[in-house]
């Protein structure tokens, strides 16, 4: 089992629609989680971090956390064409681990 | 303010050739860590520096890679007798402090192809 595990996609949304991204890591433990974008040939970009239970609103973005799922997801809301990219989760396990990415494709 | 840079940006090594990859993270950033990037997948960790320590080395590949951080600032990964395997995407990442518990912002990246 992989500690960070990500549907790879691709996840394709009409534009306004609500994307949502998720993520399951192995370590119980783990106290940090993070959300990356990543577009294709440039190097991630941090969007979020979360450490607590519950919801973290940014903007257009919402992390979810439920250690007790050990489960992590990031909604983006009104999605635009822009938004496509790769998503990558991260999660600090003493290191920090990412997933391989979940592929988000909104449509105009 | 300035984020991490790297270079060189693109690099061509033939098997064999010993290459040496740098990063200058943000200023002030007590954290530095590379991660190899294959296509496809998500950056894996390599190795990770507190000031000048490095303090954790667990996911350097082999002993052909070393890397080094002698003023706690710039850091230099470097690859001895490169191998087809190790063309990749070399990422640099700093953080203010800590060991993960505090976002990481990364470089550009250094792609590396050995032919």
């Known amino acids: 089992q992989k500690e960070v595990e990500q549907n790879s996609g691709p996840l394709s949304v009409p534009e306004g629609a609500i994307a949502s991204l998720n993520c399951t890591y192995s370590?119980?433990?783990?106290?940090?989680f993070f959300w990356y974008r990543q577009y294709s040939g440039k190097s991630p970009e941090l969007i979020m971090s979360?450490?607590?239970?519950g919801d973290k609103e940014d903007g257009r973005f919402t992390a979810q956390l439920n250690k007790a799922s050990q489960y992590v997801s990031l909604l983006i809301r009104d999605s635009q064409p822009s938004d496509s990219a790769t998503y990558l989760c991260?999660?600090?396990?003493?290191?920090?681990?990412f997933g391989s990415g979940t592929k988000l494709n909104v449509k105009p | 303010g300035a984020g991490v840079s790297q270079s060189p940006r693109y690099k061509v090594a033939k098997r064999g050739q010993d290459v040496a990859l740098r990063c200058d993270p943000i200023?002030?950033?007590?954290?530095l860590f590379w991660y190899q990037q294959a296509l496809g997948q998500g950056p894996e960790f390599l190795t990770y520096?507190?000031?000048?320590?490095?303090?954790?080395k667990s996911g350097l590949p082999s002993d052909r890679f070393f890397a080094e951080r002698p003023e706690g600032s710039v850091s230099t990964l470097k690859i001895q007798r490169t191998q087809q395997e190790d063309s990749a995407v070399y990422l640099c990442?700093?953080?203010?402090?800590?060991?993960?518990?505090?976002?990481?912002?990364f470089g550009p990246g250094t792609r590396l192809t050995v032919t």
């Open positions: 370590d119980r433990g783990s106290q940090s």
């Open positions: 520096f507190q000031n000048e320590a490095q303090l954790d």
């Open positions: 200023s002030g950033h007590v954290s």
């Open positions: 990442a700093s953080s203010l402090t800590g060991t993960g518990s505090y976002e990481q912002y």
């Open positions: 979360i450490y607590s239970n």
């Open positions: 991260a999660v600090d396990q003493n290191k920090f681990y």
